[in-house]
């Protein structure tokens, strides 16, 4: 498995981002996979986990409500459409995929990261 994540950017408050986080070796569609972060200083954090299939999902509290995490299969393809965007979203993002199909937001589960990619909402 080799995921990249992707669609960082620079934002403002309110504004929206899609990442997308892809697997080049086409492996993980049988995975749960997730999206993390991580601030400047501050330890990484759950954001959302979907299962293979990609009919559940799991999501930090903090998004709940504006993020949206999906899956096409078909293009091995993971997306997190990120909405109302604040300046407490600013974090690198990662996608990892689990070693089981069913969504967590356990960290110990995910066996294969990708390089990350920054998100930055200015206020």
């Known amino acids: 498995v080799q995921l990249q994540a992707s669609g960082g950017g620079l934002v403002q408050t309110g504004n929206s981002l899609r990442l997308s986080c892809t697997d080049s070796?086409?492996?993980?569609?049988?995975?749960?996979v997730g999206w993390f972060r991580q601030a400047l200083g501050k330890e990484r954090e759950f954001v959302a986990s979907?299962?293979?299939?990609?009919?559940?999902?799991v999501y930090a509290d903090s998004v709940k409500g504006r993020f949206t995490i999906s899956r096409d299969n078909t293009k091995n393809t993971v997306y997190l459409e990120m909405n109302s965007l604040k300046p407490e979203d600013t974090a690198i993002y990662y996608c990892?995929?689990?070693?089981?199909?069913?969504?967590?937001?356990?960290?110990?589960?995910?066996?294969?990261w990708g390089q990350g990619t920054l998100v930055t909402v200015s206020s």
């Open positions: 990892a995929s689990a070693l089981r199909s069913s969504a967590t937001s356990d960290v110990r589960e995910y066996r294969y």
């Open positions: 070796r086409r492996t993980f569609s049988n995975n749960a």
């Open positions: 979907i299962n293979w299939r990609g009919g559940s999902t």
